[in-house]
């Protein structure tokens, strides 16, 4: 690609994560609330004004509210830009990761044994992004977790699920795939697997409005349940779940 313009962006010090929060679309789970890091980058435009180039950001031990828990963790993401339109903002972000470590509570856990640091890392494998304020993200994504403990917890936000699924966050080394499309108003998550041992989570979820809409069916061992959501509305379906699911009723 003859190149126009190039620019470079060196490591360089990020003193406030929180400017990366104006990205996100608002939400009430998650908030970043202190913390700095780094970040470098590079972009080119050829003669054609099409883009490509990279984004760095690493921030460790960042302070964030999780479901009004203080908790710390570290957070590195590598953004990989092509097929740019800078006039519409639009870039392909395939191959982009982003990992987040070590997920502390602020707080020492009552029992005595403190608990593993939670983890997770993300890969787009396929996907287009709109930098705007807040990001526009439409792709197919893998992921990995050290446990389902986020998965279930985001199930207990919308209803009630059967006893039997609060021991599913002990499923650990938890591996899944979704398409993902992400806007200002709304989020929605299809086509979702997640797998771990004797574990099975399967869903298609939308998010607008502060209310949800969507499937989900849920096997741990013998045991299985379907969740449906209308309008923040929670009905479970516990005779021949998978059934029910397959239906897309």
Known sequence: MPTSVAIELPR??????????????????VSIVAGSGEVEGSLAVDDSATAVGRVAVDAEDIDVIVRD??????????VNLREGDLEARRFEVSDTTVSVDNVVGKTPPKS????EPWWCSVQVNRGTAIFSKPMTVNGSLRLQMYDTSAVVAMINDFTKPPKWMSLMPNVKNVEGRFDLDMGPNHTAVEDMT???DKLELLGDLRVADKKANGRIFAKYGALSAGIGLTDGKAK??????RKWFESGQ
Do not use: F, W, Y
């Open 194 to 196: 997640i797998t771990g």
């Open 112 to 115: 005595k044994k403190a608990a």
């Open 236 to 241: 479970l379906h516990l005779a021949k779940p």
């Open 69 to 78: 828990v203080p908790m710390h963790a570290d957070v590195a993401v590598e």
């Open 12 to 29: 360089t010090e990020l003193r406030d994560v929180r400017v990366l929060a104006a990205l996100l679309p608002p939400q009430e789970s």
